[in-house]
């Protein structure tokens, strides 16, 4: 299953190679591959700093609501307190489950695939990098629509990751 990072506050891209160093010790989890970190423009409002983005592969036996609800304490670990924000507004980290093996949900905290993952370049372009072959349930081939997306623009951002 894979994970979409995100952050635009409080060092962005320490944040997310911070989670994905947390993600590794998630009970009954292994970290397969993560994507390279990249930069995009707010996708919502624009009176927020830029975002780093990446997407991590993992094989876990956690369900989708067990692993969600770790999730959510990472987040809280790193100062997120979902409660309490703007919706659509900056934040020191974002942890979605965008699909989770051949998964549809509709749940009022979990829908799987995640609702936006099949629009939002700053979810496709990594995602398409880790995982070519993926198809997304309901939506179709990954790089088919990585290609007919467009908002927000996206680009490699250029630190290592754990190199
Ligand atoms: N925009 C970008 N570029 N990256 C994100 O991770 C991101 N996350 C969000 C909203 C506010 C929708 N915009 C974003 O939650």
């Known amino acids: 299953m894979y994970i979409g990072l995100g952050s635009n506050l409080d060092g962005p891209s320490g944040q997310i190679q911070r989670a994905l160093m947390e993600l590794v010790v998630l009970p009954r989890t292994r970290l397969l591959a993560h994507s390279h970190l990249y930069k995009s423009r707010p996708l919502g409002p624009q009176n927020q700093p830029d975002y780093i983005n990446a997407v991590a592969m993992l094989a876990t036996g956690l369900a989708p609501l067990e692993l969600l609800h770790s999730l959510w304490k990472l987040e809280e670990g790193h100062g997120r307190w979902r409660m309490r924000e703007r919706r659509w507004g900056a934040r020191s980290l974002d942890l979605d489950i965008l699909v989770y093996g ?3 949900l509709q749940l009022p905290e979990l829908t799987l695939p995640h609702p936006g993952v099949h629009l939002r370049s700053f ?10 072959a993926l198809v ?10 990585r290609d007919r997306c467009h908002t927000p623009p996206i680009e490699r951002y250029e630190e290592a990751v754990n190199e």
């Open 123 to 132: 979810v496709l372009y990594p995602l398409a990098e880790l995982a070519p």
């Open 102 to 104: 051949d998964i549809r």
């Open 136 to 145: 997304i349930p309901g939506h179709g081939p990954v790089q088919t629509l």
